[in-house]
């Protein structure tokens, strides 16, 4: 589908100059039609995410796609007044009785480029906070879920005006393409490859980037952790939507002497979860799964103990060798490395030795581990014994470190994240900043400490 990605792009600019300062009214109003967007077409939603993946859980889909847009515009509207109103800041004795506030001002145009994983809440979500913020937002979803992508770009022309929200559909060349126009800010998920691809278009116009890219994120069960109870988090957290999250455990670290009783606890909560097909979710497409699939038959080819339930729920590999793809490339899938360490120490020098995650996840009520875990690793994310739900909890920042992403968004950090915190300095009538004026007199150095 061709699109005139200029001439759209200079038709948002023409309203955010007119407007350039949305009322609190518009933007809740603008906020109200996109949960009434969700809410009113919540059966086609599931039609065409379940078209578009062959197979997907609809109580999976309530929960990560349309639950999850429906709270994020809930938690907003309650709090948007707040998050709007400029607060004032403290002013150096020196140049009172001045005054300094800081005034959240729209930034103008946000561009958001979204995955195919969650294709209505990842591509909303980001939406959601550039509205927040005053904002007017340009969306190119995936081209790998057409029906998700086409029914968002028509729904989104019945709610919103295009000098609101546009849907840009297209292949990867109309995203290079869309990822060069000077956008404001730029909104990015996906992998860490391609996202080098679109820091380096948004460069050339200076654009500010947030990149969301996922990664290798480890989940270290600790000697003190109850084994079933760490298992049951880590197959939730694994299993959900197929393993295609990016907050998914790509590996599981324990303690050597631990290590078979881990399995167990795997394998007990993989038969609790995952009984059968019926709430599984396919993987995207047939080269995605071939993908997968190659990553446990180049493990079991390379001797590895590979224990499967089936393609429907997480395979345990059983200490795999560092040479394997399986402990290089993001997973993405339902592949799950469970690898044995000497001891704590090892395990956090394991994950220090790799790129920063976008999330640990640890499993420990030891709370100087605790400590130390937050002190001596660096990760977007750090999580004690649960997976996946810090992510739903709107008062914390969403975002990776590294070469898990940069920048952060969700509730009022997304609402910072797509304003522009504006300094504004308020100089009173009866000023004292004369005095600081040439001709510079000595009682000013002494008072400067400058002799």
Same mark, same amino acid.
């Given at each position: 589908?061709?699109?005139?990605?200029?001439?759209?792009?200079?038709?948002?600019?023409?309203?955010?100059?007119?407007?350039?300062?949305?009322?609190?009214?518009?933007?809740?109003?603008?906020?109200?039609?996109? %949960?009434?967007?969700?809410?009113?077409?919540?059966?086609?939603?599931?039609? %065409?995410?379940?078209?578009?993946?062959?197979?997907?859980?609809?109580?999976?889909?309530?929960?990560?796609?349309?639950?999850?847009? &429906?709270?994020?515009?809930?938690?907003?509207?309650?709090?948007?007044?707040?998050?709007?109103?400029?607060?004032?800041?403290?002013?150096?004795?020196?140049?009172?009785?001045?005054?300094?506030?800081?005034?959240?001002?729209?930034?103008?145009?946000?561009?958001?480029?979204?995955?195919?994983?969650?294709?209505?809440?990842?591509?909303?979500?980001?939406?959601?906070?550039?509205?927040?913020?005053?904002?007017?937002?340009?969306?190119?979803?995936?081209?790998?879920?057409?029906?998700?992508?086409?029914?968002?770009?028509?729904?989104?022309?019945?709610?919103?005006?295009?000098?609101?929200?546009?849907?840009?559909?297209?292949?990867?060349?109309?995203?290079?393409?869309?990822?060069?126009?000077?956008?404001?800010?730029?909104?990015?998920? !996906?992998?860490?490859?391609?996202?080098?691809?679109?820091?380096?278009?948004?460069?050339?116009? &200076?654009?500010?980037?947030?990149?969301?890219?996922?990664?290798?994120?480890?989940?270290?069960?600790?000697?003190?952790?109850?084994?079933?109870?760490?298992?049951?988090?880590? #197959?939730? !957290?694994?299993?959900?939507?197929?393993?295609?999250?990016?907050?998914?455990?790509?590996?599981?670290?324990?303690?050597?002497?631990?290590?078979?009783?881990?399995?167990?606890?795997?394998?007990?909560?993989?038969?609790?979860?995952?009984?059968?097909?019926?709430?599984?979710?396919?993987?995207?497409?047939?080269?995605?799964?071939?993908?997968?699939?190659?990553?446990?038959?180049?493990?079991?080819?390379?001797?590895?103990?590979?224990?499967?339930?089936?393609?429907?729920?997480?395979?345990?590999? #059983?200490?795999?060798?560092?040479?394997?793809?399986?402990?290089?490339?993001?997973?993405? !899938?339902?592949?799950?490395?469970?690898?044995?360490?000497?001891?704590?120490?090892?395990?956090? !020098?394991?994950?220090?030795?790799?790129?920063?995650?976008?999330?640990?996840?640890?499993?420990?009520?030891?709370?100087?581990?605790?400590?130390?875990?937050?002190?001596?690793?660096?990760?977007?994310?750090?999580?004690?014994?649960?997976?996946?739900?810090?992510?739903?909890?709107?008062?914390?920042?969403?975002?990776? #470190?590294?070469?898990?992403?940069?920048?952060?968004?969700?509730?009022?950090?997304?609402?910072?994240?797509?304003?522009?915190?504006?300094?504004?300095?308020?100089?009173?009538?009866?000023?004292?900043?004369? &005095? &600081?004026?040439?001709?510079?007199?000595?009682?000013?150095?002494?008072?400067?400490?400058?002799?």
């Amino acid at each position: 589908m061709q699109h005139d990605l200029t001439g759209i792009f200079n038709a948002q600019r023409h309203a955010v100059d007119q407007t350039p300062f949305p009322t609190l009214g518009v933007r809740r109003t603008r906020l109200a039609r996109l %949960a009434q967007m969700t809410k009113r077409h919540q059966h086609e939603i599931v039609r %065409a995410i379940q078209t578009d993946f062959g197979q997907r859980s609809d109580t999976e889909i309530r929960l990560a796609e349309i639950s999850a847009v &429906l709270q994020a515009v809930r938690y907003a509207r309650r709090h948007l007044w707040h998050w709007m109103r400029p607060w004032r800041v403290g002013m150096p004795w020196r140049l009172l009785p001045a005054r300094a506030r800081i005034a959240p001002q729209p930034l103008g145009i946000i561009g958001v480029i979204s995955p195919w994983n969650y294709p209505w809440s990842l591509a909303l979500l980001p939406v959601i906070d550039a509205f927040a913020a005053g904002n007017v937002v340009m969306l190119k979803p995936s081209e790998l879920t057409p029906h998700t992508s086409a029914l968002l770009a028509r729904l989104a022309c019945q709610y919103f005006t295009q000098d609101e929200l546009v849907v840009i559909q297209g292949d990867a060349s109309t995203a290079q393409a869309f990822s060069k126009l000077p956008f404001d800010h730029l909104v990015f998920t !996906g992998s860490t490859s391609i996202g080098r691809h679109v820091a380096s278009a948004a460069a050339a116009n &200076l654009t500010p980037v947030t990149l969301e890219l996922g990664g290798k994120s480890p989940a270290l069960v600790a000697s003190d952790a109850d084994m079933d109870k760490a298992a049951t988090a880590i #197959i939730f !957290g694994k299993g959900l939507n197929g393993g295609q999250t990016c907050l998914a455990p790509d590996y599981v670290l324990v303690e050597s002497r631990h290590l078979e009783a881990l399995v167990s606890a795997l394998s007990r909560a993989i038969f609790q979860q995952r009984p059968d097909s019926r709430e599984a979710t396919s993987p995207i497409n047939d080269a995605h799964r071939a993908r997968v699939e190659g990553l446990l038959a180049e493990a079991r080819d390379h001797g590895c103990r590979v224990i499967d339930h089936g393609n429907h729920a997480p395979a345990l590999v #059983i200490d795999p060798t560092q040479t394997l793809s399986v402990m290089h490339e993001e997973i993405f !899938g339902r592949a799950l490395p469970v690898i044995g360490v000497k001891n704590i120490e090892a395990a956090i !020098g394991f994950m220090n030795a790799r790129p920063h995650a976008l999330v640990v996840y640890t499993f420990t009520n030891d709370k100087t581990l605790q400590t130390r875990l937050l002190q001596h690793t660096r990760s977007g994310a750090l999580v004690f014994n649960e997976t996946l739900l810090h992510h739903a909890v709107p008062t914390l920042p969403f975002g990776g #470190i590294g070469e898990s992403g940069m920048g952060a968004y969700h509730g009022r950090h997304g609402f910072e994240r797509f304003s522009h915190l504006r300094g504004v300095f308020y100089q009173t009538k009866h000023a004292t900043s004369r &005095l &600081l004026q040439p001709p510079y007199r000595r009682w000013l150095m002494k008072l400067l400490r400058l002799r």
